[in-house]
């Protein structure tokens, strides 16, 4: 089975600041990774679907690349709703779908 | 917009089946563009894919429980279902329900018909125990 690793696993910033989280895959998943926002008690938000593509309703500031093994999320200017949990989850092997660990973005 | 809502029980005693049912509104589950899955999250851990259904019936399980757990769908009532038999402890969690968006061809491994969750429900927490 594919195994996703985010890091860090967590992550203190400031606002303002340009932030990335890395995901890499056991094994090449072409482009099948999107990545999700989570908040406390809240269903997880789609950011980024097909490694890059930035889902409608998502801020620009929030863009995804990669693509094979080696995947990031990057936060261009970090605001104070984005201090949240994010997944990557890939969908290369079907019929199978694993999700990354999470990394909690704190506030510094 | 579309809509989706989980619903079933909160307490579900050791040993026996946990049932869900997530209700589509707002459009058809009967779309041949989308297919529609489950999804699980132990308190303050992380997300477990359980499984996924296309309205024909088709079904993908975690081979971590595809022996205890069973996806179908009601295409009369726009609601696709989860069963997990055998239940323990460490199934308590919150169990959502999503929608998976189309995978364009050249995205993943031939053959993938799905990509990433678009909308979700708001979850449901579903204790184990006696």
């Known amino acids: 089975a594919i195994q996703l690793t985010q890091s860090p696993s967590s992550l203190s910033a400031s606002v303002g600041d340009r932030v990335t989280i890395t995901c890499r895959a056991s094994?090449?998943?072409?482009?099948?990774l999107a990545w999700y926002q989570q908040k406390p008690g809240k269903a997880p938000k789609l950011l980024i679907y097909?490694?890059?593509s930035l889902e409608s309703g998502v801020p620009s500031r929030f863009s995804g690349s990669g693509s094979g093994t080696d995947f990031t999320l990057t936060i261009s200017s970090l605001q104070p709703e984005d201090f949240a949990t994010y997944y990557c989850?890939?969908?290369?092997?079907?019929?199978?779908?694993?999700f990354g660990q999470g990394t909690r973005l704190e506030i510094k | 917009q579309l809509q989706l809502q989980e619903s079933g029980p909160g307490l579900v005693k050791p040993s026996e089946t946990l049932s869900l049912t997530c209700t589509v509104s707002?459009?058809?589950?009967?779309?041949?563009?989308?297919?529609w899955g489950w999804i699980r999250q132990p308190p303050g851990k992380g997300l477990e894919w359980i499984g996924s259904?296309?309205?024909?019936?088709?079904?993908y399980y975690n081979p971590s429980l595809k022996s205890r757990v069973t996806i179908s769908v009601d295409t009369s009532k726009n609601q696709f279902s989860l069963k997990l038999s055998s239940v323990t402890a460490a199934d308590t969690a919150v169990y959502y329900c999503?929608?998976?968006?189309?995978?364009?061809?050249?995205?993943?491994?031939?053959?993938?018909?799905?990509?990433?969750?678009?909308?979700w429900g708001q979850g449901t927490m579903v204790t184990v125990s006696s």
């Open positions: 999503a929608r998976h968006i189309p995978s364009p061809p050249g995205i993943a491994a031939a053959g993938t018909p799905w990509g990433a969750f678009d909308i």
């Open positions: 707002g459009g058809s589950i009967s779309s041949s563009s989308y297919y």
């Open positions: 259904i296309y309205y024909s019936g088709s079904t």
């Open positions: 094994q090449g998943i072409s482009s099948a």
């Open positions: 097909d490694a890059s």
């Open positions: 989850q890939q969908f290369n092997s079907y019929p199978t779908i694993t």
